[in-house]
């Protein structure tokens, strides 16, 4: 593990799209810096103007607004992180905009690869754009590890978990027009990150009113070990294991890449791991489309476990929540296989969450063909609509 550390700036999907740009960062000034950073969760350190946003998020948008605050790390010390507010167009209801915390889907594990640094937001935009125009108001960390120095610990469910409950905590200090209660939104990465903040709010944050949990594709699951020492990895897969072994060099240091990966995989490792969401080139693409089992071998037992026990303690359902949970999935996910989120929602049914899973035809992205039932549902917590029965078999 890593040793304790005073607070300081340390803080799924693989997709093939043309490069994004990249602007605005840590760097740039806040305006209401306010000196050496309180140590209690939540707190609000500096906000600014954000103003680098892309053509999807300007059309929507009032106003965004950039936020560092402190959270809390793995090993429990306190931690800077950053984030963004977006409002709607328009004037806000009595009351002021529903308000959703949104974890947002890989983005990437490196600093530059925060969605705020992004005017796509790395892949993010089109989901925060739809929540913009049904009159939502969405706060997003960047998650610890993005947008400052320290490495990220990508899947690692209770930190970004904190991170979404602080942002929430940090929106209330700013004069904005936004309800105190939230609703939880996560894409991909993000449904672990906004599942974790659901199961340990009670404790962690309990100001906090969570009317909702909204998991969209959502990586309640990772058994990518498991998957390569069965030979049954995926395209995207392949390209994501430079992530994880990044993430297991969190806790070990010493955990190289070629523990796991071989031939080109092993020599393009560096740089996959290096890119964000939206970076990846037809070359790539092709490392992850020629793979072979041979490409992604354990080299003895140790190594196995190192990813797998990673991987495993950052899996969910760990507990129950009494917060109603909307899951809206693809029936042949490659990239977050459909088997995992199977019994990731067979647990959750079990330890008795009342929540409603919609499987629609399609892969990683099947969630969007039916983008409409996941805004009623969110509209639908705010007006005091009643919870519709669960799904599960009882």
Not at 28 to 56: C, E, F, I, V, Y
Not at 223 to 245: I, K, S
Not at 249 to 262: F, N, Q, V, W
């Amino acid at each position: 593990m890593r040793p304790k550390r005073a607070l300081t700036w340390v803080s799924l999907a693989a997709t093939v799209v043309l490069a994004a740009a990249s602007c605005g960062s840590s760097s740039d000034t806040g305006s209401s810096d306010t000196g050496a950073p309180p140590q209690k969760p939540g707190t609000l350190l500096s906000h600014r103007p954000l103003t680098n946003g892309g053509p999807m998020i300007s059309a929507a948008a009032a106003s965004a607004t950039y936020i560092r605050y402190v959270s809390t790390a793995p090993d429990k010390s306190p931690i800077e992180v950053s984030g963004a507010v977006y409002l709607p167009k328009g004037a806000a209801p009595e009351g002021g905009w529903p308000l959703v915390a949104y974890g947002h889907g890989t983005s990437g594990v490196v600093n530059d690869c925060a969605p705020t640094s992004s005017p796509s937001l790395y892949g993010n935009d089109t989901t925060v754009t739809e929540l913009l125009n049904n009159h939502k108001a969405v706060v997003m960390t960047n998650y610890q590890g993005l947008d400052g120095p320290g490495s990220a610990p990508y899947l690692q469910a209770e930190s970004s978990g904190y991170d979404v409950l602080d942002s929430v905590r940090a929106v209330r200090q700013l004069e904005l027009p936004v309800t105190k209660d939230v609703v939880l939104v996560g894409l991909s990465q993000g449904g672990r990150a906004t599942e974790s903040a659901a199961e340990t709010a009670k404790d962690y944050a309990p100001e906090l009113k969570i009317l909702g949990d909204v998991l969209l594709s959502p990586a309640l699951r990772s058994e990518l070990a498991e998957a390569a020492a069965t030979n049954t990895l995926t395209v995207g897969q392949y390209l994501l294991l430079p992530y994880l072994v990044a993430a297991v060099r969190y806790d070990h240091p010493d955990y190289s890449y070629d523990k796991l990966l071989h031939g080109p995989l092993l020599s393009a490792a560096p740089r996959l791991e290096g890119l964000c969401t939206g970076q990846t080139t037809l070359r790539d693409l092709a490392i992850g489309q020629t793979a072979t089992p041979a490409a992604a071998q354990f080299v003895d037992d140790a190594a196995h476990s190192a990813l797998a026990d990673y991987e495993s303690g950052g899996n969910l359902p760990k507990v129950a929540t009494d917060i109603p949970t909307f899951i809206s999935r693809g029936d042949s996910d490659d990239l977050v296989n459909t088997a995992w989120g199977n019994q990731a929602v067979a647990d959750m049914c079990g330890l008795g969450v009342n929540l409603v899973d919609h499987v629609l035809p399609g892969g990683h992205e099947a969630w969007r063909a039916r983008g409409d039932l996941v805004t009623a549902w969110i509209t639908d917590r705010f007006t005091g609509a009643p919870v519709p029965p669960t799904t599960c078999r009882r």
